[in-house]
Nanobody, 121 residues
């Protein structure tokens, strides 16, 4: 069973910073790629950032480029999302994601429980 643990989140003022972390044993395996998505009230879940399965390149949504940074921890089973220059539109529930690949194809997704990020103006 794949479990993702994601402490962090909270309330921050506009322009502030937060750091989210996510720990999952599967992140050390080649068949899983980590990432973060978010869902704001009344909106669909959207991808924020992820690490490419085959190339290890970090991808970002246009809305967060230059402000968010996704990185792996030294132990490889943890990923962190550093969020700077936060805006009210970043307010959402953030979900850690582990995408499972088989033979190069995305087979399934696993999700953390979600953590609330609120940016106040």
């Amino acid at each position: 069973q794949v479990q993702l643990v994601e402490p962090g989140g909270g309330l921050v003022q506009v322009g502030g910073s937060l750091r989210l972390s996510c720990t999952a044993s599967v992140f050390t395996a080649d068949d899983y790629a980590p990432g973060w998505c978010r869902q704001a009230p009344g909106k669909e879940r959207e991808a924020v950032s992820c690490i490419g399965h085959m190339d290890d390149i970090v991808y970002y949504a246009d809305s967060v480029k230059g402000r968010f940074t996704l990185s792996r921890g030294n132990a490889k089973n943890t990923v962190a999302l550093q969020m700077n220059s936060l805006k009210p539109e970043d307010t959402a529930v953030y979900y850690c994601n582990a995408a499972a690949f088989r033979y190069g194809l995305r087979e399934s997704d696993y999700w953390g429980q979600g953590t609330q990020v609120t940016v106040s103006s």
